[in-house]
């Protein structure tokens, strides 16, 4: 009789919750917002100042278009800004006192076939002024990294390069290159670099977020830096700046993924789109929306975008989060780019 009163409650507090989740995932709407002018995969994303910036950007051939963007939602609008002095892709980027951050990426290579050379090359834009500063170089090369800010010092983790001491000089799916788990952090008020505890599982296409002064890497790839030949992970690992030291495994993504979009609001960090490839015949893009609760170590599920993509430009405004762009087809092999220019919005409050 016990053991049938506590089934009974265990079911109500399961149907409970998952009413609650339906409920909220009915008071998530999306809308659309001024599409993007230069459809792209590999465009990037951060808000700053109360607007949304989106840059970067990858042609044909592999070739960086070096874009920058601005989007004010108060008026809807896009406006083109001066384009990177390096046309580069894949860097780490991130937020800081209303300027953006770029660190590393890959260019082409001067001559020859088409690949992705690993650079070391830091930036600053300054959106109030629409200029660009170089900044002191990482301490290595690497393109397809993340960037997060705490203690108004910036970290910058993981990524992809040529294995050390090679001969390579370019990242390119049929040639040897690795996963790295590098984290260099960069302080802004002396433009100088610290080297500090290396990320303990290497991996490239992540996202990111910060919870209480703790970051939190999430997913990626694993292997190498190209869907077609890397395997993803939905491994979500804790670092905290404080202590240099990187804490015990979280709860694993729902859905494992990478080079997608990311942002954090109040305490949750949303994780949109990306692709994978599996053992079998098949490559996709995700529609997938999610949330990762740091406090709870628990996973949510948000209404998914209309069309699925990688390589989108994503970031949180006023409890609304922007996705912009990217790729609807999965592995970028030549014929198959679909470059959308949709521009989402999903009201995660539910106002």
């Known amino acids: 009789m016990i053991a049938a009163i506590r089934l009974l409650r265990l079911c109500v507090t399961v149907l409970l919750a998952a009413l609650f989740l339906v409920s909220a995932a009915h008071a998530q709407k999306w809308s659309r917002a001024a599409p993007f002018p230069e459809a792209s995969e590999e465009l990037y994303g951060v808000a700053a100042n109360g607007k949304f910036y989106a840059f970067g950007g990858l042609g044909p051939g592999w070739t960086p278009k070096g874009l920058m963007y601005e989007y004010d939602p108060a008026g809807d609008t896009w406006t083109k800004k001066k384009n990177m002095p390096l046309p580069l892709h894949h860097p780490a980027w991130v937020e800081l006192n209303g300027k953006i951050y770029l660190f590393g990426g890959f260019v082409k290579p001067e001559k020859g076939p088409s690949a992705w050379v690993p650079i070391d090359n830091s930036w600053e834009y300054d959106p109030g002024n629409d200029t660009w500063k170089a900044l002191a170089s990482l301490p290595g090369k690497r393109g397809a990294a993340a960037a997060a800010v705490v203690g108004g010092k910036i970290y910058v983790i ?48 992540a996202y990111i977020g910060v919870v209480n002064n703790k970051i939190y890497v999430i997913g990626g790839r694993v292997g190498a830096a190209f869907i077609t030949r890397a395997s993803n992970t939905g491994i979500v690992e804790e670092y905290d700046p404080a202590t240099d030291q990187w804490g015990a495994l979280k709860a694993s993504m729902l859905n494992p993924r990478s080079a997608g979009a990311s942002g954090t609001y109040k305490g949750k960090i949303y994780v949109a789109g990306g692709e994978e490839r599996s053992s079998g015949p098949w490559q996709r893009t995700f529609r997938a929306v999610e949330a990762y609760d740091p406090v709870s170590n628990r996973w949510s599920i948000l209404p998914d975008m209309t069309f699925p993509r990688h390589g989108l430009a994503g970031d949180i405004i006023n409890g609304k989060l922007h996705l912009v762009s990217g790729d609807i087809a999965s592995g970028g092999g030549p014929g198959t780019h679909i470059d959308t220019d949709v521009h989402e919005v999903l009201d995660i409050e539910g106002k």
């Not at 990524?159 to 690795?178: M, Q």
């Not at 008020?189 to 080297?195: F, S």
């Open 158 to 205: 993981g990524g992809a390069s040529t294995h050390p001491g090679s001969k390579e000089t370019a990242v390119h799916p049929a040639r040897p290159h690795r996963s790295v788990d590098t984290n260099e952090v960069y302080e802004p008020a002396t433009n100088t670099w610290e080297t500090r505890q290396t990320m303990p599982t290497a991996r490239n296409h």
